[in-house]
Nanobody, 124 residues
Framework: QVQLVESGGGLVEAGGSLRLSCAAS????????MGWYRQAPGKERELVAS???????NYLDSVKGRFTISRDNAKNAVYLRMDSLKLEDTAVYYC??????????????????WGQGTQVTVSS
């Protein structure tokens, strides 16, 4: 089974920085898109940033210029550098990956996988 494990969350003052990391493990042929979602209390989950295996990235408008997504294809890892953090960035951040994996008996599966989430809290 594919597992995604996030790290790097925590408490930071407004204006500060954090770097989130996520590594995928398990039987993986390849990963297409990797991304970061977040969910704040009482709000819907939203896509913060995504990146293809070729390095093409997209960002939520509110984080453009402050957050940078990157990945290491050899390590099946994705990172989110968050600078100039604001109070409204407080949320649980989830890593996702669209992975091609082997199927028992032959063939392959293509599915979306999620990490368990890591809390990011920005204080004033």
């Amino acid at each position: 089974q594919v597992q995604l494990v996030e790290s790097g969350g925590g408490l930071v003052e407004a204006g500060g920085s954090l770097r989130l990391s996520c590594a995928a493990s398990g039987p993986i042929f390849s990963i297409n898109v990797m991304g970061w979602y977040r969910q704040a209390p009482g709000k819907e989950r939203e896509l913060v940033a995504s990146i293809t295996s070729g390095g093409s990235a997209n960002y939520l408008d509110s984080v453009k210029g402050r957050f940078t997504i990157s990945r290491d294809n050899a390590k099946n890892a994705v990172y989110l550098r968050m600078d100039s953090l604001k109070l409204e960035d407080t949320a649980v951040y989830y890593c996702t990956a669209d992975a091609l994996t082997p199927k028992t008996g032959g063939g392959h599966n293509y599915a979306n996988y999620w990490g368990q989430g890591t809390q990011v809290t920005v204080s004033s």
